[in-house]
């Protein structure tokens, strides 16, 4: 069993920063691309950000200059570091993980969620 443990969320005043973390454990074989969604009240989950293993990464429009995501391989991590943070970024983030097994099916798996809230 593989889970997710996010930890990095809280209340920040508008133009702070947050980093955000993630971090899988269990029976891991491998793990492909990694990210970050977000969901605000009354709204759907939306990609912020993402990583493959490679490191190549997406962003939504909305974070790209703002936000940066990360990874590190070696302890099956991956982070975001939130700068420039506005009102409208206030949303549970979720981490995700695309599992490989050792049948080659890949699978996604999810964190917990960590609140975000940027206010003043």
């Known amino acids: 069993q593989v889970q997710l443990v996010e930890s990095g969320g809280g209340l920040v005043q508008p133009g702070g920063s947050l980093r955000l973390s993630c971090a899988a454990s269990?029976?891991?074989?491998?793990?492909?691309?990694m990210g970050w969604y977000c969901q605000a009240p009354g709204k759907q989950r939306e990609l912020v950000a993402a990583i493959s293993s490679g490191g190549m990464t997406n962003y939504a429009d909305s974070v790209k200059g703002r936000f940066t995501i990360s990874r590190d391989n070696a302890k099956n991590t991956v982070y975001l570091q939130m700068n420039s943070l506005k009102p409208e970024d206030t949303a549970v983030y979720y981490c995700?993980?695309?599992?490989?097994?050792?049948?080659?099916?890949?699978?996604?798996?999810w964190g917990q969620g960590t609140l975000v809230t940027v206010s003043s």
């Open positions: 995700h993980a695309d599992k490989v097994g050792t049948d080659r099916t890949i699978s996604r798996i």
């Open positions: 269990g029976r891991i074989f491998s793990i492909n691309d």
